[in-house]
Structure formats: structure tokens, C-alpha cells
């Protein structure tokens, strides 16, 4: 049985082998520990797929390969060996019989690229892009339907070749400073960002809530929370659960945009991005938000970011979400327009809640009162829905926070 | 006193205008192609001739009569049924036994097998298994004598089907409008594969009876008397040769196995075949030969060498190896090999 | 230089040919007198005598048979078949006997024939009398098949196929007849299992037979013109033996291959070289290998009906515009 390198996040295009846990030789127990791989979202362990004993290495560690990509192979008793599969070779592997993959769209490649109109990618310009260690997102197709031409790979090429214009310092340039070589995190970041930018046009609008409600909750049962579970209740459960009631009432926000048409989720799986400092950001997925109560939420998503911080979240943590929210809540800033997740259609951002003056009308007449205030931001799709829907959603959302009974979700 | 030598020489005058020489070969043709054709079928029961074969015990006479009447450079085409007639032509025992034996001495190194036999060097230009296919070609070859001017012959033998399909009508009337050398001969042995033909035959001598319409004369012959089989051949070859134009003749004779080895022949009516081995050609020939004054230890001498020639030969042919795989892809070309492609 | 139509190329091709070797002889209906009913090969008769230039009865299989029996005993015959479609009725001959007596007969059989007939469509004849069927010879080992497009071609091919030692069917084509091409002067030999490339581009590579050939470069020209596609065009002029080779190269220069083929849909020529492209230039390939090809139908009759049917220049010019992005 061929071990491939599994597919350990939608967009996660390749990953670097660790540690071999085995060596050549060994007797290999099926679901034991065999390596460990670090992708730009996760580090993670690998199990073997199958009993046996490991008859070849193909992948040292600290390599970086493709998905799919046989690493090893593992001579199962009883059946007999077949021809050994070559090491990593220009083609990438696609099919990986015994694959851990966990992704369902592992035949795919390039899932990323596959959902924006630009799927098909031809044989030759396979074999370019893996040679070349390229990413079709980076490529503009101008083949029919965005497809990416052969002509297309070639002419990326030359650009990369070519010297870069004044505002990009190339080699030999004298202009004195230390390069700085990205993260993998940060430069999958990078192209997902601009991936994001360049295909959706994102518009932003923003909502001013009062957050006295929630403070109010969050006052009340706050010391007991922190005794019991070891940390405090944020802003952010209370959000993730008003956005989950009113994400149901406007499914269109709940969606992946397909080019041609919409798929509307049936449940809310609720992306919380997490800063990783330098490193860039990572966005762990609480599965079926919509089905947690506050407290589960809440426990949910610190959970979550515990593990981001700490490296340790698993391949499954980090796929399906279908809404995102970004919270900012100690950076100070007034509002922020966050860039959106495809294929997803929109994203919220809390900055942070502060005290504020904000005018009260009351039945003796206008005053001014000081209370928790915080810019909720919504970036969404145009393609996929226009302002007046977003904004009845944001209104929705506001009317949630400030006038649900928290103290009762709260248990 | 008569002696026995004045009845030998009297017997061996010109009114059997046969000489001594011939009737000896003649003799030994026919042994050669029974006793390898029986060599051929015990093989077959061993299940060391694989595929099946066409044995033509019994019609021995029709190809021992007219090889004697032909010029080394004459050619000769025949169904799937000619072991008799390849061999009569001079090819090598060995090779026929070797080539049903699929092995790499046999005349085709084993890619031909037992319905395909052919050796070009001795002028059997093919054995052929599509009924009626060979017609036609002989008439090339003929047409190519005439041509070169060389007055070699072609002699085509098939069996009484072979008058019911298109390529016959074709080939009969070509070589009557082009005046060929070829000679087309039918050796009727009354069925065709397991059907009688005058069944499926709107005539009742099915290749006599059609050569006036083309016109040629109708020949009909004893096919089971060599001599008589003899006769007619050196008469219409001569006249072939001459440039007077194509034969068809017909020889009525009985193939005393089925029709392949798979056939026990159980279609045949009670009686039949035990009437026609009363007329055996062999032994119809032997007690001739005898009657005619030859003596009975030259006979038996023959009848040893040639036995001894098939024993050595069915071992040598045992002792050669199978075909090799490396003859797959060689000779559908002239260059040897198969290529279809750069 | 020479202009000659096709059918006068013909004629050259066989007396160049009887001319230089006595062995070559030749037999067909109505080919000596008549000149042949498209007239391919007028004066010959009277150039090369009846004992050499024959007339046979309407016999196809002893026109085939008399060939090969000729070919294997010393001769060069060539046995024309007046309509391709007629290839039917002595294909036993052609299938069964010649192309595998050599085999058969372990090397001992020679056959240095050739049989040329007029292929293809264009002359409202109806179904029986308009095949395209040199894929029928090629799927048979043991022949060899060239299908020439032009004038050159035609003489050049057919004094290859004369003095190739092996049976080799020259598929004329019976709409290119009255076309008219350069033809060198002199001796004129061509090289089978040679493709020749016509016309180079960067964007697709069109692979075209005989009649097919001039609406490919046609189209390209048009591609070019309005489209700005630019197309490579292949004369594949030979397919057994097959130039690969060139296949092989000048699709990979472009990455998409399109075939045009006269014959109907399935199994023909086109479909073979497309798998090997498949398998051979898979990561060559910029998109999917497409076969512009004659319906799977038997040929119509009306001429509104039959123009439409083989593949027009419009259509091949609509199918790469449409599949090309």
C-alpha cells in the first residue's frame, strides 16, 4: 500500500514531512503513529493507513511535497508488491489509493482555483505548474471561461523571469535592508488574500451596536464563568451566537458562491480567525454553530483558538466553515473592512467594544448616555448579494445582540 | 514358355504407356502420403498436432498422379486439406509433421499450421483455407508464366464445394477468356464437409458439368486409379503448356476419415465406406504393380524405406523445438518484421 | 515543374514505372481501351500494349487473385478497383490471402502488388459508390495504405507503392481527380509512412487525409484570418506505416490536436492517432483531442444532402473556434 501525503485543509496544496516515526524495514501497525507533517495551516500526525512492514522511504524528512505525493510504501503480508511507485516526480499524483486525505475533494487539485471558473486545468499545464512549483491561483487564465492556457503558465513564467519594475527591489538593486524569507503561513495567507481581493468585490458596511445587553450578562455571570471554566466570557460567543439565529434568517450570507449559482448551507459552520502574531492568521471552524448553545459556543471557540495558538489543531478544524468572523478586539481600531473567505460571501469584524456617548431617545426627550459600544463590519459579496440584504441582516444581528435575553442563553 | 519376365515386360509395354520409373514413384508417392497422414492422425490422437487437420486418406491417387506428370517448376495451390499435395511436390516429411507439430522445423516454422502448408521452393505455392480463395491465384501465377514466356504450369486442386462458391465461377471464366496454363482440378469425394453434394449442387458432376460453360470439355476421372490419374494429367498439362489454354477436371475419389480429425464422419449411409475401401488407391495400385510383373521385394523395399523416412522424420520433428515467441512480430513484411510505425 | 490534375499524375506515376521495370503489369476494368472511367490512365494501353495493360471481366476477385498469384511468382502487378467500395467484395482476397500469405507462410511468399481504387466522396454516386474506407485496409496487418491529396502525391506515392516489395493499396480520391497540382519533371519517387506538414502554426495542429487535406488548409486560412487561431495543418498522406513522429511533434508544438476525416465516426483513422497522441503526448496535451469526421451514417445522395454530410470548411473552422479556448 502506497502512504500519500494527505490533503490537510481545502487549500493546502502541498506539506513537509517532519519526523518518520518508522524506518525502513519496520513492522508497521495499522492507525500507529507513522510521521508527522507540517502544512501552512496545521502540524499534524499521521497514522498508518495499513499493517505490514515499511519497504520503502521515498519522501527525508524536511522534504516538501505534493498532495498526493507517495512518501512511503508498506508491503501488507499476503499481498504482493507491485512496481514501486517513483518518488515525487514532476507530475503530481492525483489519484492516492490509501490516502489519508481528508478532504472529501481530494481527486481534485487546486480546489482553490476549481471554484473560481478557472477549473480545468489541461495536462501540459499540470505538469508546467508542478515542475515549476507554481500556483494557479496566481495565474491569470485567458483561456475560455478564465481557463488557464498553456500559453498563460508560459507567459507567468517570463514575467517571473523578468526584472521587476522601480516599485519592486530585484536582485542587484542597491537598495540595503535584510530579506526577510515568508512563513509558509504567511505566504499561503498572501495568496489567499489576494485570490480573495482579486475575484470578489467586496463592499463594506458597517453598524454601530449597543452592547449593554451582552455587558449586562457578562457582569452578572462573569466570576462565576471564570471559576468554573478558567477564563473569561468575551464579546465574541455572544456574537457567534446572534449571528448564528440571524445567518438562518438570511441564508444567502450563509453561502458558497459557485460561479454560476449559490450552494446555501444547511447548517452554520462558523470560521473564527485567529492572529498568529507574524505568522499571519489562521481560521479554525466551530462545526454546526447553530446547533451549540451559548455556553457550548463559548467553550467552542475558546477551544479552538487555544489550539491555534498552540499549533495543535487537527486537519478537520480548519475545513467546511461558511461564515467568518474576525474579532479585533484589543487592537484599539474603530472599524475594520475584512477580506472575505472564499468561497464564502461575506465576513463580520468586531472592533473592539468601547464606552461611548452615544444620544438615547426617551419618552422625555433626547440625552446622551455612555454606554458599551462596538462597529460591527460586514464585507460581503457583491456578486452573491446587495446592500439592502446585508444591511437588513447587520440590522437583524444588532437587534439580537441588544435585546436578547443573555442571561437565560447563558443557562 | 512364357516366364515371368516376358509377362513383367509385356505387362510394362507402351500400351501402358506408363514406364517402369513412374510407376515405381508413383507407387512411392502414394505410400509417402498414406503413411505420413497416418502418421499425422495417431499425433493427433497423442495430442501432439494441436488445431485441427484435414486428412486426405484415401484421395492419395490425385496428388501422386499428377506431381508425377509435373515439371519441378510447375506451380500447384490446394485447399486446407494438402498435406498429400505438398508432400507429392517433394517437401520434406520433417517439415510437414513439424509444421503440425508447430514446431520450428516445420515448413512455416509454425506459423502457417497444417491448413496453410506451403513450400515455395518445390512450387506448392500455398495451402488454402478460404474455400474457392486459391482459384484466382492460380490463374496469377499462370498468367505470370504466360507472360515470362517460361510455359510453366499451375495446377489448382479443390475439393467438390468449392464449384458452388463465387471465386470459382470467376476464375474459370478468367483463364478461359485469357487462355491460361492453369489446370483446375476437383477431387470430388461426394461431400462437401459434412453435406453430399449433389444435395447442394445443381448439377449432378459438379465441376464436369459446368465446364462447358465455360467453355472448356468436360473431364471426368477415376480418381482413385493413379494411373488413370496419371494419364490425364500428363494429356492436359502437355496441353496447357502448349498454350492451348485451361482444364477443369473432375476426379471422383472418397476420403475414408471425416472430414477434419473432430469428424467421425457418421453422416455417411451404411455401406459406403466400406464399398469405396474396397477401391483403396494404395492397394489397388500394389496388386496392379504386382500383376503388371513387379516384384514383390522391390515393393516390400520401398515400403521399408519409406517407412523408416516417416519414423525419422516423426522424430526429428518431435525433437525440434516448439516456435519461438521472437516469430510473432517477424515477417508480415518483407524486411522481416511488422513494423507499422516510426 | 508540371501542372498535371491528378488523374494525369496517375497515368504518369504507372508509366514511369512500366516504363523502368518489365515486370510491372496492369489489370482493372475498363482501364486499357477505356482509359478508366475517371480516365485515370489514358494512353497507357497505348504506350505499354494489351499483353501489359489488361482488361478484365467485372471478377473483383480475380482481378485481386490473378494479382496476387502474379505478385508471388515473379511479377509487380497493379490490379485497380474502380470504386473502393467494390474493396467489399473481394475482401477476402484482400484481407484473408494477401496481406497474410507472407506471414502464413513463414517469409516464403512475396507479394509486390499494389491495388489502387477511387476512395471518397463529393460526386453525388449515393452510399455504395462514395466510401472513404482506407481505414478498413489499415485495421488489417499486412497492408500497407497511403491516401494521396494532390497531384505530386499521387505520382510520387504510387511509384513508392510500385516498387515497395510489400502489397500497399493507393487510395486515390475520386473528388481530387480533375484537381491540378506542381508535379516535378523527371523521376518522381516518394516515401511511404511519410507525413508532410503544410502549413505551421502555434495554436492547433489540424491532421488531415487526401480530399480533407485542401478544406483543412482552407480553414486555417480562414481561422487565421478571423479568429487569429493559428493553425498547424498535417498531410498525414500515409497510414501504414504511420509517421508518428510527426504527429507526435507538431501536436506537442501546440498542445491541441483536431483530426478531419471523411470516413464515418467510428473506428476511423482519426481515432487511432488520437490515442496515441492520448497515451504518448498526454502532458503535451492543452486541451481534448477533437475528430471532426463524416457522421456515422451511410453517405446521402442529394448534393445539398451530401455537402453537408463530409466535413465542410465551415465546419471545421466552427468546431475549432468553438473548442479551441
Known amino acids: ?411 | 514358355m512364357t516366364t515371368r519376365s516376358t509377362i513383367a515386360s509385356e505387362a510394362a509395354r507402351p500400351t501402358e504407356d506408363i514406364d517402369e520409373r513412374t510407376r515405381l514413384s508413383l507407387y512411392r508417392l502414394l505410400l509417402e502420403i498414406r503413411s505420413v497422414e497416418k502418421r499425422a492422425y495417431d499425433l493427433f490422437l497423442q495430442n501432439l498436432v494441436k488445431g485441427t487437420s484435414h486428412l486426405s486418406l484415401g484421395q492419395e491417387a490425385v496428388a501422386a498422379g499428377f506431381a508425377a506428370a509435373m515439371r519441378s517448376d510447375d506451380y500447384t495451390f490446394c485447399t486446407y486439406r494438402g498435406h498429400a499435395h505438398t508432400l507429392a511436390r517433394g517437401a520434406p516429411m520433417v517439415g510437414v509433421l513439424g509444421e503440425l507439430l508447430g514446431r520450428q522445423c516445420g515448413l512455416m516454422q509454425g506459423k502457417g499450421g497444417s491448413m496453410h502448408l506451403t513450400s515455395v521452393a518445390h512450387g506448392a505455392m500455398g495451402s488454402y483455407a478460404i474455400v474457392g480463395a486459391h482459384l484466382p491465384v492460380a490463374n496469377g501465377a499462370a498468367w505470370s508464366a504466360q507472360y515470362r514466356g517460361t510455359d510453366q504450369v499451375s495446377v489448382c486442386f479443390f475439393g467438390d464445394g468449392t464449384t458452388n462458391i463465387g471465386a470459382f465461377h470467376e476464375a474459370l471464366n478468367l483463364a478461359a477468356v485469357w487462355k491460361l496454363p492453369v489446370l483446375f482440378v476437383c477431387e470430388n469425394n461426394l461431400y462437401m464437409e459434412y453435406t453430399p453434394i449433389g444435395t447442394v449442387t445443381a448439377v449432378q458432376h459438379p465441376a464436369a458439368d459446368r465446364a462447358q460453360a465455360y467453355g472448356l470439355k468436360p473431364i471426368n476421372i477415376d480418381g482413385n486409379d493413379a494411373d488413370a490419374v496419371y494419364r490425364v494429367a500428363r494429356e492436359w498439362i502437355g496441353h496447357a503448356r502448349a498454350g492451348r489454354g485451361p482444364a477443369l477436371i473432375e476426379a471422383k475419389t472418397y476420403r475414408t476419415s471425416g472430414h477434419s480429425r473432430a469428424d467421425p464422419a457418421k453422416y455417411r449411409p451404411p455401406g459406403e465406406l466400406e464399398e469405396w475401401l474396397a477401391r483403396d488407391p494404395l492397394a489397388l495400385y500394389r496388386s496392379r504393380l504386382i500383376g503388371l510383373g513387379f516384384e514383390e521385394g522391390t515393393l516390400r523395399s520401398i515400403e521399408g524405406a519409406v517407412q523408416r523416412a516417416v519414423d525419422e522424420a516423426t522424430e526429428a520433428a518431435k525433437a525440434s523445438p516448439p516456435a519461438p515467441p521472437a516469430l510473432i512480430e517477424k515477417d508480415v513484411w518483407a524486411d522481416g518484421g511488422s513494423a507499422w510505425r516510426n | 515543374m508540371a501542372q498535371l490534375t491528378y488523374r494525369e499524375a496517375v497515368a504518369a506515376g504507372i508509366a514511369q514505372e512500366m516504363e523502368r521495370d518489365e515486370s510491372v503489369v496492369f489489370l482493372g476494368e475498363d482501364v486499357a481501351d477505356a482509359g478508366g472511367v475517371f480516365k485515370a490512365t489514358v494512353g497507357l494501353l497505348e504506350r505499354f500494349g494489351p499483353k501489359r495493360v489488361r482488361n478484365t471481366p467485372i471478377s473483383e476477385q480475380a482481378i485481386i487473385g490473378a494479382a496476387m498469384g502474379a505478385a508471388m511468382t515473379g511479377l509487380r502487378p497493379i490490379a485497380e478497383i474502380m470504386f473502393s467500395d467494390f474493396l467489399a467484395v473481394c475482401w477476402d482476397m484482400i484481407a484473408n490471402e494477401i496481406a497474410k500469405a507472407r506471414y502464413m507462410s513463414g517469409g516464403q511468399i512475396s507479394l509486390p502488388l499494389v491495388i489502387r481504387t477511387a476512395n471518397g466522396a463529393g460526386s453525388r454516386f449515393g452510399a455504395q459508390h462514395s466510401q472513404s474506407v482506407e481505414n478498413w485496409a489499415m485495421s488489417i496487418p499486412g497492408l500497407k495504405v497511403v491516401a494521396p491529396s494532390n497531384s505530386a502525391d499521387v505520382k510520387g506515392l504510387l511509384a513508392a507503392a510500385v516498387r515497395d516489395p510489400d502489397p500497399v493499396i493507393v487510395f486515390e480520391h475520386k473528388a481530387l481527380y480533375a484537381s491540378k497540382g506542381e508535379v516535378p519533371e523527371g523521376e518522381l519517387v516518394d516515401r511511404l509512412g511519410t507525413a508532410k506538414v503544410l502549413r505551421q502554426g502555434n495554436d492547433v495542429t489540424l491532421v488531415a487525409l487526401a480530399a480533407m487535406v485542401p478544406r483543412a488548409l482552407e480553414a486555417a486560412e480562414q481561422l487565421d484570418r478571423e479568429d487569429k487561431i493559428s493553425a498547424t495543418v498535417v498531410d498525414v498522406r500515409s497510414l501504414v506505416p504511420l509517421d508518428t513522429k510527426t504527429l507526435l511533434a507538431e501536436t506537442s508544438k501546440t498542445g491541441r490536436l483536431y483530426t478531419i476525416e471523411e470516413n464515418p465516426r467510428l473506428c476511423g483513422w482519426g481515432a487511432e492517432l488520437a490515442s496515441i497522441v492520448a497515451q504518448e503526448c498526454f502532458y503535451e496535451l492543452d486541451g481534448p483531442i477533437v475528430r471532426i469526421t463524416t457522421p456515422h451514417v451511410p453517405l446521402p445522395a442529394a448534393d445539398a444532402l451530401e455537402d453537408n454530410t463530409i466535413p465542410t470548411v465551415e465546419r471545421i473552422v466552427e468546431t475549432v473556434r468553438r473548442t479551441s479556448g
Not at chain 1, 520503502?56 to 504482493?80: M, R, S, Y
Not at chain 1, 508546467?128 to 492556457?149: C, F, K, Q, V, Y
Not at chain 1, 527591489?169 to 512563513?183: I, M, N, W
Open chain 1, 1 to 411: 500500500m502506497n502512504v500519500v501525503m494527505p490533503q490537510l485543509g481545502e487549500t493546502v496544496k502541498e506539506g513537509t514531512v517532519t519526523v518518520w516515526h518508522k524506518k525502513v524495514g519496520d513492522q508497521v501497525k495499522e492507525g500507529e503513529r507513522l510521521f508527522e507533517v507540517t502544512t501552512e495551516k496545521v502540524d499534524t500526525e499521521i497514522p498508518a493507513p495499513a499493517s505490514g512492514v515499511l519497504s520503502a522511504l521515498l519522501v527525508a524528512e524536511g522534504q516538501t511535497v505534493q498532495v498526493g505525493t507517495t512518501l512511503a510504501v508498506i508491503e501488507e503480508p499476503g499481498k504482493a508488491v507491485g512496481v514501486q511507485p517513483s518518488a515525487q516526480r514532476n507530475a503530481p499524483e492525483f489519484s492516492s489509493s490509501g490516502s489519508q486525505a481528508v478532504a472529501r475533494d481530494s481527486q481534485r487539485d487546486s480546489p482553490a482555483s476549481d471554484r473560481h471558473g478557472a477549473e480545468r486545468l489541461s495536462p501540459v499545464v499540470r505538469k508546467l505548474i508542478a515542475e515549476h512549483n507554481l500556483d494557479p491561483a496566481e495565474i491569470r487564465g485567458s483561456g475560455a471561461g478564465g481557463r488557464i492556457t498553456r500559453d498563460d503558465v508560459l507567459a507567468h513564467l517570463e514575467r517571473r523571469k523578468a526584472p521587476a519594475g522601480p516599485s519592486q527591489p530585484g536582485r542587484g538593486v542597491a537598495s540595503p535592508g535584510e530579506r526577510a524569507p515568508l512563513s509558509r503561513i504567511r505566504k499561503r495567507t498572501a495568496e489567499q488574500m489576494a485570490l480573495s481581493w482579486r475575484t470578489i468585490p467586496h463592499v463594506f458596511q458597517a453598524m454601530e451596536v449597543d452592547f449593554s445587553a451582552v455587558e449586562q450578562a457578562r457582569a452578572a455571570r462573569g466570576e462565576a464563568w471564570n471559576a468554573k471554566e478558567g477564563w473569561s466570557l468575551t464579546y465574541l460567543p455572544f456574537v457567534a451566537h446572534a449571528l448564528c439565529t440571524a445567518l438562518a434568517e438570511f441564508p444567502v450570507l450563509n453561502a458558497a458562491f459557485e460561479g454560476d449559482s449559490l450552494l446555501l448551507h444547511s447548517t452554520v459552520n462558523l470560521g473564527i480567525a485567529v492572529d498568529l502574531g507574524r505568522e499571519g492568521l489562521i481560521v479554525p471552524v466551530v462545526k454546526e454553530a447553530n446547533r451549540k448553545s451559548l455556553p457550548e459556543l463559548a467553550r467552542a471557540i475558546r477551544s479552538l483558538v487555544e489550539k491555534a495558538r498552540s499549533r495543535q489543531l487537527a486537519p478537520d478544524d480548519v475545513t467546511e466553515g461558511t461564515y467568518t468572523v474576525s474579532s479585533s478586539g484589543n487592537f484599539g481600531t474603530f472599524f475594520t473592512a475584512p477580506i472575505i473567505n472564499p468561497p464564502q460571501v461575506a465576513i463580520l469584524s468586531i472592533d473592539g467594544v468601547t464606552r461611548k456617548p452615544i444620544a438615547l431617545q426617551e419618552a422625555g426627550g433626547e440625552s446622551v448616555a455612555i454606554r458599551p459600544v462596538a462597529i460591527l463590519g460586514q464585507s460581503f459579496d457583491h456578486r452573491a448579494l446587495d446592500g439592502a440584504y446585508s444591511a437588513a441582516f447587520l440590522r437583524r444581528l444588532k437587534a439580537i445582540l441588544e435585546g436578547r435575553e443573555w442571561l437565560s442563553a447563558l443557562g
